[in-house]
């Protein structure tokens, strides 16, 4: 990793941030291994997993106004939403479908995140639909702030929307649409691409004849950066200057994080039919969550005995979710045919 100077934004986070981070890193790698556990024991029928991606969504999150900032993530988002607010046991409600769950009430699919009071935005299956989405929220920020309905230096109103996909979903009409409108009308408005390299099985030079997303951006007349997506500190300092850009009205920025997808694409998936194992085993040399281990423990911000913590800490969480998830009552089969919109409120 590059070292910390006082030109890099990362140079200003503070010790218990990066320990915030290093811990978000941690808990949501072990909810993500403790889910594919839970599968291969036939206890839930699908996951999707980040292990490879923590970084870059750690970062992506600490660099904007978490929990007041529009959030449109996809399903590989996990550490993302973690670090803004949704827990082992929300997630763990949404891999078993039970009553109650956060991100729809158990009727979409797990890894469908959602949850209004943190301003995350439920998304769907269909990829890249989040994009011109998202780009409508930062649209309607802009028009906020034009009419003087909420002011830019407030920070208790959203002034950006980041919306998050993986390099195949940059194949779809969609994305193309939303970054169009983000470059036409220079909105607050961040894509974070998280490039792993596959489309599910279709590599990259398949997908497209650049080789890098970011040489997209000039096309949309958005500014466009690519970084290394398994460093913690570079993605903070690309996703701090993208976010200080939407919230100084220079307009959106197309962030490419490279980072690598460790499991198949999901548990439904065989990644052995298009990558060699040896491709993964070099790649796990760059882990995320252990480069910020010993980059913690290099500069003296974490301790082998407050791993230990960490470890304990997290195994009693996740415990406790899948626990508190299992024991929790399945919706009653008629709830499905409930509304589907939130009541109207009396005038």
């Not at 978000?24 to 997993?49: C, N």
């Not at 590599?203 to 000039?218: H, I, K, N, W, Y």
């Not at 490419?256 to 491709?279: F, G, K, V």
Request: proline content about 5%; hydrophobic content about 40%.
């Amino acid at each position: 990793m590059p070292e910390l100077t006082a030109e890099r934004p990362s140079a200003t986070l503070s010790e218990e941030a990066l320990l915030e981070m290093y811990w978000y890193m941690l808990l949501s790698r072990r909810t993500d291994e403790r889910a594919w556990v839970m599968h291969r024991q036939g206890k839930i029928p699908f996951h999707i997993s980040a292990i490879g991606h923590e970084a870059t969504q750690v970062a992506a999150a600490y660099a904007i106004n978490r929990g007041v900032d529009y959030v449109h993530p996809y399903y590989r988002d996990l550490t993302l939403v973690m670090a803004i607010g949704v827990t082992p046991f929300d997630f763990m409600m949404s891999l078993y479908g039970k009553k109650g769950e956060l991100s729809s009430g158990a009727r979409q699919m797990p890894s469908h995140f959602g949850a209004k009071h943190l301003n995350i935005i439920s998304g769907s299956s269909p990829v890249a639909t989040q994009v011109p989405q998202a780009a409508g929220l930062a649209f309607a920020i802009k028009y906020r702030l034009s009419q003087g309905l909420q002011s830019p230096d407030d920070t208790s109103q959203p002034r950006l929307a980041l919306t998050c996909l993986g390099e195949g979903s940059t194949s779809q009409g969609e994305w193309h649409e939303g970054m169009n409108w983000a470059g036409v009308h220079n909105l607050p408005f961040i894509c974070l691409v998280q490039n792993n390299f596959y489309a599910i099985s279709v590599p990259l030079e398949g997908q497209m004849a650049v080789s890098s997303v970011a040489d997209r951006a000039a096309a949309y007349g958005v500014h466009g950066i690519s970084v290394d997506g398994t460093d913690v500190l570079a993605v903070y300092d690309a996703m701090k200057e993208a976010a200080d850009r939407a919230y100084s009205g220079e307009g959106a920025t197309l962030v490419e994080a490279r980072c690598y997808r460790m499991t198949p694409h999901s548990s439904d998936d065989d990644d052995r039919t298009y990558r060699s194992r040896e491709e993964v085993e070099e790649w796990k040399k760059k882990d995320p969550l252990v480069l910020f281990q010993k980059r913690l423990l290099k500069e003296g911000v974490l301790t082998k005995k407050l791993i230990e913590e960490y470890e304990a800490k997290a195994k009693a969480e996740v415990d406790d979710a899948q626990q508190r998830a299992e024991a929790a009552p399945w919706p009653k089969p008629e709830e499905a045919l409930g509304d589907v919109f939130a009541p109207l409120e009396e005038a």
